[in-house]
């Protein structure tokens, strides 16, 4: 390892072209010494000042190994992939797309996963589901008995383009089973707390998500996991959506049959739990779903599956309701990684937008935040599930969603808006599609830190107003730095050393910010680094 010191503000103006055609394109020119910095720091931008902020990376000690950054394909994949032809294409490319510019601008934010819903069949039902009309799923199983695989061509059109683009695995998640196999004939649940599966239909169900596995994976599909149930702390009576509850019971008995149905087809695909509906259910609760961990891998529990081939040694929540201030979140958040140290478990957030009420660290108001507010707030979240929770992998909920009563872009990476207007259920007729500022700040972290990446230690004064997470790349040529800088009117100069296993060649920063989407500015790494005000900045050192 060697041991190098940089004081590095980076200028934001006057760069060096450097042609990168993607984000794992060595950038040309000869290796350049890095030399220590002294003295005052003057801001490239008039009338920002400058905070210094002393970091050291230290690529020697080594954390959880990243598994993938993602997003979900409900509710209106299957729709705009299959109808508006005209910006499919588009939006493909910016949820998958790893490609920059010569001008430093990315065409995407680079998933390396993607999670595809396997709908209960309430499409089928048509207006009898009563499910919302647009999100109603549809299911490759009809009532006949008889699969149709080109039923959810939608859905089909971003899974092929996510393989064109190199997304490295594919989750498929249920929320409900399949209308033939529930207690109540629909897709949202009457049974109260407990699944609304009849009690003969647990191998079948479990068959049909394996068999669905199988015909991907033959198509050249890495369906890596089978989310079998979500959020089974909540009873999923209202008819917005799919949605079955579950008890640890019942989860354990599907995920045994699954795991044999699994078995059978000789599948590479594990099963993922329990995609609970906030992360205290993982540790804590009153449902019959609750305390996770320990009823589904405690060896003791007479619900315990740690054992299946299948499942191994993983859990996964969703950081809804949880997110309040700073404080609170990393509190929650460290108990989840205490109980899942206990039991060996690797975690996964796999679902959050901004569902809850507004945090009061945004001032409580959503009418008075900005897009890029909430944008910036989830970096807080994105960084407290993975340095404190210790998530080996962190996906959105909706990819696209519409923005109505004000919402801004709290539920979506991005805005698809109706030919007939945001209040329009027609989604046939090509709509509008806009980048949403989280789509770019997910980009910070989904665009570099990459599957195989080793999170590794960075020290620095941390707190809601700065903070960082290091990755080193699996074969040492590079290190990835996450910069939050909530500082409104002031950038930051980074006095960093860095411990790294060879010498710095090149470095870039991408930005996000109020004027800048992930726009990347390289530089003469003699210059000196700095962190834009009110952003979050990538900052990758080529080794």
């Known amino acids: 390892m060697k041991t190098t010191r940089l004081f590095l503000p980076l200028l934001a103006t006057g760069l060096a072209a450097v042609t990168l055609t993607g984000c794992y394109d060595e950038p040309t020119g000869e290796s350049t010494k890095v030399p220590v910095g002294t003295g005052a720091v003057e ?18 000690t080594t954390y959880q190994e990243m598994e993938g950054f993602g997003a979900s394909d409900c509710w209106l994949g299957n729709w705009v992939g299959q109808y508006w032809t005209g910006n499919r294409d588009k939006i493909a490319t910016l949820l998958f797309s790893q490609n920059i510019s010569n001008s430093g601008e990315c065409a995407g934010i680079g998933l390396s996963m ?37 039923k959810c061509a939608g859905q089909r059109f971003f899974m092929e383009k996510a393989k064109e683009n190199n997304v490295e695995s594919f989750v498929l998640f249920s929320n409900s089973p399949l209308v033939q196999y529930t207690v109540n004939g629909k897709g949202y649940s009457d049974n109260g707390n407990k699944a609304n599966l009849k009690a003969d239909c647990y191998k079948p169900f479990a068959e049909y998500m394996a068999s669905v596995a199988e015909h991907f994976v033959n198509a050249g599909y890495n369906i890596s996991h ?14 917005d959506q799919e949605g079955s509850s579950w008890q640890n019971s019942e989860i354990a008995q599907l ?16 099963i993922l739990l329990a995609e609970a509906s906030a992360w205290d259910q993982l540790y804590a609760g009153n449902s019959g779903a609750s305390y996770a961990i320990d009823r589904l891998f405690n060896p003791a529990s007479s619900y315990y599956v740690g054992d299946l081939a299948h499942v191994g040694n993983l859990i996964c929540g969703h950081s809804y309701w949880s997110f309040d201030n700073w404080d609170s979140m990393r509190s ?136 960082a997470s290091a990755y080193i790349a699996p074969d040492n040529s590079r290190v990835v730095v996450v910069y939050g800088n909530f500082n409104k009117d002031k950038g930051i100069s980074l006095d960093a050393t860095l411990n790294l296993p060879g010498e710095v060649k090149s470095v870039q920063r991408y930005t996000t910010s109020e004027t800048k989407n992930l ?23 080529n080794l």
């Not at 009338?47 to 050291?56: C, E, W």
């Not at 995920?255 to 594990?270: F, M, Q, V, Y």
Request: net charge negative; proline share 4%.
């Open 332 to 467: 929650v958040r460290s108990n989840v990684a205490n109980q899942a140290k206990a039991r060996n478990l690797r975690v996964w957030q796999t679902e959050w937008s901004m569902l809850d009420a507004c945090p009061s660290e945004l001032g409580g108001d959503y009418d008075k935040t900005s897009e890029l507010d909430i944008a910036m707030y989830m970096a807080k979240i994105i960084h407290n599930d993975i340095t404190v929770a210790g998530c080996s992998s962190w996906s959105y909920w909706t990819a696209l969603s519409v923005e109505r009563y004000g919402q801004k872009n709290r539920f979506e990476l991005i805005k698809t808006t109706p030919a007939g207007g945001e209040y329009s259920d027609d989604f046939t007729a090509e709509g509008r599609v806009e980048a949403t500022p989280n789509l770019w700040v997910l980009g910070n972290y989904s665009m570099f830190v990459r599957p195989g990446y080793k999170r590794v230690a960075i020290t620095h004064n941390e707190s809601k107003d700065f903070f």
């Open 255 to 270: 995920a045994k049959d699954l795991d044999a149905s699994l078995t059978e087809r000789n599948l590479p695909t594990d």
């Open 519 to 541: 726009l990347r500015e390289p530089f003469n790494i003699k210059d000196k680094v700095w962190l834009d005000a009110y952003s979050i900045s990538t900052v990758v050192y």
């Open 114 to 150: 993607w999670r595809v819903n396997l709908g209960a069949g309430t499409a089928e039902q048509g207006d009898a589901s009563n499910i919302a009309a647009n999100n109603r799923a549809e299911s490759y199983l009809g009532i006949d008995g008889k699969y149709d695989w080109t």
């Open 43 to 60: 801001s490239p931008t008039p009338g920002v000042s400058l905070i210094t902020q002393a970091v050291t990376v230290d690529a020697n």
């Open 226 to 239: 089978i989310s079998p149930v979500n959020e089974p702390q909540n009873s999923w009576g209202g008819h």
